[in-house]
């Protein structure tokens, strides 16, 4: 089974509750009516806890970009607890690894004190550490990011990484949740595709049926510094037609679903500049800096948050009007979007969308003095 990236719909797992259901409908009823002053809440809230990392992955943007360590404000983190009745879902993650924020566990806890779903996305070296706060809090969902099928490609892309070290704590999840008869954690797997490793992904979803995985995700690498620009896979169409394809038919063998991202010249944005973009309806993004921003693929900050301002006062604030304003006015929207890279809703037909040497892609980040 292939699916895409969700851009209106978010994953769906637990029954929302009736406040949600009515939230939901009224925020996707006032985004295709293309409203800029909202009375819906956003539908999820995506919290950078930190934009450190406990790896240092040879494609990530930090190592391309000005970077100061952050960590996100657990008093700031506190202050949205009055709307996780009403949202969706949190999302836990950003640039960094969200497991290695101190209260990592107590964040999941308070999530699971209300309705809202919890998602995190983790390099998986964590999970150890974590697996009594994911059972303990029932987590709904969370994404593992592994770039191989073997730990010699994995761990040269992603340093410090131990395919199977992680696979071992994947398969003691996937049985604990077997034994109680959970429905949750849904899991996947997060493969970021370039020339050196796109051979090995029928063999990871291979993998993925081995540890009991429902999922595997791959995207395209974005690439940020010319030391790269060998591995990304623009103009490489034909390679990545033949890999997906049996990548798929590994997948219908095993039943994993594969969410793929469209081949270069098939893409359903044509020409435009992106994919129609909803995330300023329906996200709102909080980084580990403090800052609000669109969304975490793009340099722009609104503005610093204020948890002692009335929350639909910022979600209606003149910056994210204006955002929802031109974000897919071609002749309008900023120069980060005319560029995206967002998975979800670049244009992969569009050169931009693989390669982003030389711009301006990350915020710039500011040490935290709280």
Request: one cysteine or more; proline letters at 4%; aromatic letters at 10%.
């Amino acid at each position: 089974m292939i699916i895409r990236a969700k851009t209106k719909n978010l994953f769906s797992g637990k029954e929302l509750s009736a406040r949600q259901k009515e939230n939901s409908s009224l925020n996707i009823e006032e985004l295709e009516a293309g409203k800029t002053i909202l009375t819906s809440y956003p539908r999820r809230l995506v919290f950078e806890l930190t934009n450190a990392c406990n790896l240092n992955c040879v494609m990530c943007g930090r190592n391309a970009a000005d970077f100061k360590p952050t960590v996100f404000d657990m008093d700031v983190f506190r202050s949205f607890e009055p709307l996780m009745d009403t949202i969706e879902e949190v999302t836990l993650m950003g640039w960094g690894e969200p497991t290695i924020h101190p209260s990592f566990n107590e964040m999941l806890q308070i999530i699971d004190k209300h309705d809202a779903r919890k998602y995190f996305c983790t390099n998986g070296m964590n999970l150890k550490k974590i697996q009594k706060g994911i059972f303990d809090s029932k987590v709904d969902v969370f994404a593992v990011s592994l770039d191989g099928a073997t730990d010699e490609t994995n761990s040269r892309i992603r340093r410090g990484s131990d395919i199977n070290f992680i696979t071992e704590n994947l398969k003691e999840i996937v049985q604990i949740k077997k034994a109680n008869g959970l429905k949750y954690p849904w899991i996947n797997f997060v493969f970021c595709a370039m020339k050196s490793n796109i051979q090995e992904l029928p063999d990871l979803v291979r993998l993925a049926a081995e540890i009991g995985i429902e999922e595997v995700k791959v995207v395209f690498l974005t690439v940020f510094s010319s030391d790269l620009l060998h591995e990304s896979l623009w103009g490489s169409e034909s390679l990545v037609s033949e890999i997906f394809a049996k990548a798929v038919e590994v997948g219908e063998e095993c039943g994993v679903i594969l969410k793929l991202p469209h081949i270069p010249g098939e893409d359903i944005a044509g020409n435009q500049k992106h994919k129609d973009c909803f995330v300023s309806w329906r996200d709102f993004f909080l980084g580990s800096d403090g800052y609000v921003r669109p969304c975490m693929s793009t340099p722009v900050k609104f503005f610093k948050y204020d948890r002692e301002k009335d929350f639909m006062s910022i979600w209606n604030s003149p910056e994210y009007q204006n955002y929802r304003r031109i974000v897919n006015d071609e002749l309008k929207m900023d120069l980060p979007c005319q560029r995206c890279y967002q998975s979800s809703h670049c244009n992969w037909n569009k050169r931009e969308s693989f390669i982003q040497i030389g711009e301006e892609f990350s915020p710039s980040w500011e040490k935290n003095n709280q």
